[in-house]
T-cell receptor, first 112, second 112 residues
């Protein structure tokens, strides 16, 4: 069974700090990794995707992938109160089904 | 910026009734999906649709559910004989290729 695990949190960080969100996955065939942000009562909003080992930066967001250790993380620099949301990790096993498996999400609270 | 739209935003129905949830995917996208999210739980895949037919479905997507693309723009999810446990947010998503999916705002379904 494919599993995507995230700490449910909440992760609380002060405004301006770096928030680090982690995700582990069990399927070694996983090839594509996505981070979604979901505000309460709203739909998931794609933030970033990453396919290759290493770091990928987009503005204040950095996704980090380590396939050997089967984890993917999301760093948010200069965290703002508007970043307070649940962050969903999603994983696709390319070559098989293209349907993503979602984690339960980590709740992030950025306090002023 | 193009986006996925869904109607209605909220739907309240009596147990045993049929509901139809509607989605308009992004116009140049070829792959369409339905997900649901029960309050406080993971986003769960229901069904994917490509080239006017179902390409994949989950265990949740049983005979109670059906999907249809009645015209060139709409994509619908029909839930027959609704049950209390069908109460959830239902998200439509679309993608141009088979990976990066964009979600609509969702329909909150409440079955009484």
């Amino acid at each position: 069974q494919k599993e995507v695990e995230q700490n449910s949190g909440p992760l609380s960080v002060p405004e301006g700090a770096i928030a680090s969100l982690n995700c582990t996955y069990s399927d070694r065939g996983s090839q594509s990794f996505f981070w979604y942000r979901q505000y309460s009562g709203k739909s998931p909003e794609l933030i970033m995707f990453i396919y290759s080992n290493g770091d990928k930066e987009d503005g204040r967001f950095t996704a980090q992938l380590n396939k050997a250790s089967q984890y993917v993380s999301l760093l948010i620099r200069d965290s703002q109160p508007s970043d307070s949301a649940t962050y969903l990790c999603a994983v696709i096993r390319v070559g098989g089904s293209y349907i993503p498996t979602f984690g339960r999400g980590t709740s992030l609270i950025v306090h002023p | 910026e193009p986006e996925v739209t869904q109607t209605p935003s909220h739907q309240v129905t009596q147990m045993g009734q049929e509901v139809i949830l509607r989605c308009v995917p992004i116009s140049n996208h070829l792959y369409f999906y339905w997900y649901r999210q029960i309050l406080g739980q993971k986003v769960e895949f229901l069904v994917s649709f490509y080239n006017n037919e179902i390409s994949e479905k989950s265990e949740i997507f049983d005979d109670q559910f059906s999907v249809e693309r009645p015209d060139g723009s709409n994509f619908t999810l029909k839930i027959r004989s609704t049950k209390l446990e069908d109460s959830a947010m239902y998200f439509c998503a679309s993608s141009e290729g088979q990976e990066t999916q964009y979600f609509g705002p969702g329909t909150r379904l409440l079955v009484l």
